[in-house]
């Protein structure tokens, strides 16, 4: 919601409900907290542990004089493990990325991945819940939740998509 779209969005989901749009002028860097035991629930038939396995993740945080988020651009490497709780069964993953989040004037955000990805999205909006690795480009329009998530208002794929529930449902 990859790359860690899931993860970002629980990362910046604070920062989400203050920001406002305006010209970077400030920026920070600080190395991401891995993904330990994040439960994903709601976005497979079942429900999912995520977890980095390795990451070297850099996010760099740019913000107006006002101290408002403008973007966030995180990159470097990460594997992810996504673990079906009911079965077992693990998929491991590049999930390196990068992300780019732009916040827009109307609130919502616009999450940009290309390289190696993984988004997810509950289906709050348009009824499609889903959890994906995308290994191309994935453009994603976002409106911030109260759980600390994101619901996909569209969402734009150029390249490869493995469908992480059905390839966890597999035996």
Do not use: W
């Not at 994040?38 to 497979?44: H, P, Y």
């Not at 989040?101 to 190696?116: A, H």
């Amino acid at each position: 919601m990859i790359r860690r779209c899931v993860a970002v969005i629980a990362i910046t989901a604070a920062a989400v409900a203050t920001a406002t749009p305006a010209s970077a002028l400030t920026t920070t860097r600080e190395p991401v907290a891995p993904q330990v035991n994040l439960s994903l629930v709601g976005f497979c038939p079942f429900p999912v542990i995520a977890n980095d396995l390795v990451n070297r993740e850099v996010q760099t945080t740019f913000t107006d004089t006002s101290g408002d988020i403008v973007k966030i651009m995180i990159h470097r490497h990460v594997v992810s493990q996504y673990t079906n709780v009911e079965t077992g069964k693990t998929v491991t993953v590049n999930n390196s990325g990068p992300v780019r989040i732009t916040f827009n004037d109307d609130g919502t955000l616009t999450i940009v991945q290309p390289g190696q990805s993984v988004s997810g999205d509950q289906g709050a909006l348009t009824g499609n819940p889903f959890l994906i690795h995308e290994s191309g480009r994935l453009v994603t329009v976002a409106q911030p939740n109260q759980i600390g998530f994101v619901d996909f208002i569209s969402k734009e794929r150029h390249g490869n998509t493995m469908d992480l529930c059905a390839a966890l449902a597999d035996p």
